[in-house]
């Protein structure tokens, strides 16, 4: 009965997806050669929380180029707050880090927490930041190979929900019609047991196994968790993930231990993060 009713949830949010219309604006009409930071707004015609659109703050830096198809996409969710506008204070530090390793930046307000810590407002945001992508691939302004979901503290959580949300876990033809990243990034993330996080359908489903790890198999799963001064329940919650990828997405994921450092976001942590993208990408 409970994987009767774990299919079921999983086919209606399969359906709000695809039947989901949005509406993105804010991009420029073209392409900023000399780079630019842009306000974007995404309507959801049937969102769950967020009624008036999700925001999200696009950098580019210069000297990127859309000749240049390898070019990186970072998308990044804040955590735990109830400030809209988060979303850009707390990405300024991804501003230099963008400009000194020209990837094309994009951070997105994170409704799990701006719900009111409602687990499945984590799929506002992810709507939204696939209608993003979906633009810029239209715009041909990159080619949607090289896109990394990201997030921090609950922000981890909501990019954890997008990156689920995005692999054939109940497509009976086994293909997604949605978005494939081609990573995952959790620093010092949360992770609960919930139905929006519950394990992908076809990892438990015999028959449908083949072509859930022929898709999954190369897919980059990145994760941190500090010292003693994290969060407690990242210290709990970032161990139990780590098996849950382990079990589920048939990955052994990488998981960087900073013994140092408390609940933030470090540059050595990024550094980490972004050797392994490029070593990823090479």
């Known amino acids: 009965m409970k994987l009767k009713l774990l299919f079921f949830f999983l086919i209606v949010i399969g359906f709000i997806f695809q039947l989901t219309a949005t509406e993105v604006s804010g991009l420029p009409d073209k392409f900023p050669k000399e780079g630019g930071a842009y306000t974007i707004r995404v309507n959801i015609e049937y969102p769950l929380y967020a009624k008036n659109g999700v925001e999200a703050w696009l950098f580019i830096p210069a000297g990127v180029s859309t000749k240049n198809v390898d070019t990186p996409v970072i998308i990044w969710y804040h955590g735990s707050t109830k400030d809209t506008q988060a979303y850009i204070s707390l990405a300024k530090p991804w501003q230099k880090r963008a400009e000194n390793k020209k990837f094309i930046f994009i951070s997105v307000q994170n409704w799990w927490s701006l719900s009111g810590d409602y687990t499945d407002g984590a799929i506002d945001s992810s709507q939204a930041s696939q209608a993003i992508i979906e633009s810029l691939i239209q715009n041909g302004w990159i080619d949607g190979k090289n896109v990394f979901v990201t997030g921090f503290s609950a922000g981890g959580l909501t990019a954890v929900v997008t990156f689920l949300q995005n692999i054939p876990s109940f497509y009976e033809d086994g293909k997604p019609f949605l978005f494939h990243y081609s990573g995952l990034a959790s620093f010092k993330g949360n992770y609960y047991q919930d139905p929006v996080l519950e394990p992908p359908f076809a990892a438990i489903d015999p028959e449908k196994s083949e ?72």
Do not use: C
């Open 211 to 282: 072509n859930y790890r022929e898709f999954i198999k190369n897919k980059l799963i990145w994760l941190s968790i500090g010292g003693k001064k994290d969060a407690p329940r990242v210290l709990k919650q970032m161990p139990e993930f780590r098996e849950y990828v382990r079990q589920y997405l048939l990955i052994e994921p990488i998981y960087k231990v900073y013994p140092d450092e408390g609940h933030f976001l470090s540059e050595q942590n990024f550094e980490d993060f972004w050797a392994t993208v490029v070593s990823y990408l090479q």
